[in-house]
T-cell receptor, first 114, second 114 residues
């Protein structure tokens, strides 16, 4: 099976722009979670989607949003980019939204905001 | 809110020597516990997890971890380190019945000397 794929892998944007990142989960997986990784704040949970519904949300401003499609693919959007949004954005998928499901992480999208 | 502390930011170990990475968590009950590894430019790979039962957990790549409730710790060990173990290691917790949201520690970067 193919692993979790994230596109694009690298992205450069300027302040004030918006960006959309994409995540394709492992085939058959219905849960997708997003995390932000920065040197200063470490790994922080953004949100989780299951069957097109957001089931969990982290402490991020409303500029960060996401969605999940019927094929379980997910996108996250960041509007009005700030320099501090520069980070590695990781997506993880699992089969169900159950506590004991192993989450499989993608390689991430590295976003640089200038 | 739960929190995870990894006291050691960097650890340098000689190839063939043993390795122990520390992880302490703060949570009102026993959470689900995980160790992940991240190689440069890669996503996160699950090494092992603890939900309940035997407090000594075996994982992949020869790693094991021991859950100690009295110390709120979940330390990761490997008897003999290989050069390929050089990476960053993250301890994470999840609240039971809270889905797939993971709270991560700050990470420990492991350097392996030949």
């Amino acid at each position: 099976k193919a692993g979790v794929t994230q596109t694009p892998r690298y992205l450069i944007k300027t302040r004030g722009q918006q960006v959309t990142l994409s995540c394709s989960p492992i085939s058959g997986h219905r849960s997708v979670s997003w995390y932000q990784q920065t040197p200063g704040q470490g790994l922080q949970f953004l949100f989780e989607y299951f069957s097109e519904t957001q089931r969990n949300k982290g402490n991020f401003p409303g500029r960060f949003s996401g969605r999940q499609f019927s094929n379980s693919r997910s996108e996250m959007n960041v509007s009005t980019l700030e320099l501090g949004d520069s980070a590695l954005y990781l997506c993880a998928s699992s089969q169900q939204r159950a506590d004991q499901e192993t989450q499989y992480f993608g390689p991430g999208t590295r976003l640089l905001v200038l | 809110a739960q929190s995870v502390t990894q006291p050691d930011i960097h650890i340098t170990v000689s190839e063939g020597a043993s390795l122990e990475l520390r992880c302490n968590y703060s949570y009102g009950a026993t959470p689900y516990l995980f160790w992940y590894v991240q190689s440069p430019g890669q996503g996160l790979q699950l090494l092992l997890k603890y939900f309940s039962g035997d407090t000594l957990v075996q994982g992949i790549k020869g790693f094991e971890a021991e859950f100690k409730r009295s110390q709120s710790s979940f330390n990761l060990r490997k008897p003999s380190v290989h050069w390929s173990d050089a990476a960053e290691y993250f301890c994470a917790v999840a609240r039971p019945a809270a889905g797939n949201k993971l709270t991560f520690g700050g990470g420990t970067r492991v350097l392996v000397k030949p």
